[in-house]
């Protein structure tokens, strides 16, 4: 009878010693699985930023070689815009050229006439002159008046210092009480489009 209390009261230890060990064992497989949980989610963070940084360089080039892109076709376009400009500024003053020297031509016709180029190109038509003299008069003033619309003028230089940016010297002669590089005779008569120089001015200078 007193053997019983004592089997009795051992058990309980057993019971203890059992429990112990349950949760001794435990406590590794938690802490591995806690490891590894840690671990997956550092790599997927990792390759997520990795995904963010190689968007981003892709983004910045694209948008470099879209900027390049636009500052290519810009320029294009203005040089393109330039040339053409060029082009029509070079078939303007072919067609001007091409004016002035019919000009020139029906100056030498007046001048054969005894025909003042000022009186030809104002005033009334001389009733006396032949009817071809008359007409001559009338192609002269028509073309200086489509040169003024064209906004180019003829510049006469005589007794002004000589300006190698207006003339063109063909002879330098001496001249008694005039200083040297001074216009004495203009040969050919120069035209210009505002500060624009078409044609030079043939001149006789003082030595």
């Given at each position: 009878?007193i053997q019983e209390p ?5 058990e309980?230890?057993?019971e203890?010693?059992?429990?112990a060990?349950v949760v001794?064992a ?5 802490d ?8 997956a ?10 995904l963010?940084?190689e ?5 910045d ?10 500052a290519?076709?810009?320029?294009y ?6 040339e ?5 500024e070079r078939?303007?003053?072919?067609v ?8 020139d031509?029906?100056e030498r ?8 180029q000022?009186?030809?190109?104002g005033g ?11 007409g001559?008069?009338?192609a002269y003033r ?7 619309k ?9 007794g002004?210092a000589?300006?190698?940016?207006l003339h063109?010297?063909?002879?330098a002669l001496?001249a008694e009480?005039?200083g ?7 040969m ?10 078409i044609?030079?001015?043939r001149?006789v200078?003082s030595?």
């Amino acid at each position: 009878m007193i053997q019983e209390p004592e089997e009795t009261a051992g058990e309980p230890e057993v019971e203890e010693v059992v429990d112990a060990e349950v949760v001794s064992a435990a406590d590794p497989a938690v802490d591995g699985a806690a490891a590894e949980e840690a671990a997956a989610e550092a790599t997927v963070e990792s390759d997520l930023a990795a995904l963010v940084e190689e968007a981003r360089s892709q983004r910045d080039e694209y948008l470099d070689l879209a900027q390049r892109t636009k500052a290519d076709f810009d320029n294009y376009r203005k040089r393109v815009a330039a040339e053409s400009q060029a082009q029509i500024e070079r078939g303007r003053l072919e067609v001007i050229s091409g004016l002035i020297e019919a000009i020139d031509n029906l100056e030498r016709v007046l001048d054969a006439a005894g025909i003042e180029q000022e009186v030809a190109l104002g005033g009334s038509l001389p009733e006396n002159a032949p009817v071809t003299e008359q007409g001559v008069i009338v192609a002269y003033r028509d073309l200086h008046a489509v040169l003024r619309k064209a906004g180019v003028e003829a510049f006469d230089s005589k007794g002004e210092a000589f300006d190698p940016n207006l003339h063109e010297a063909l002879q330098a002669l001496p001249a008694e009480g005039v200083g040297s590089g001074i216009v004495l005779e203009v040969m050919q008569k120069g035209y210009r489009a505002g500060e624009n120089v078409i044609r030079h001015a043939r001149v006789v200078v003082s030595q």
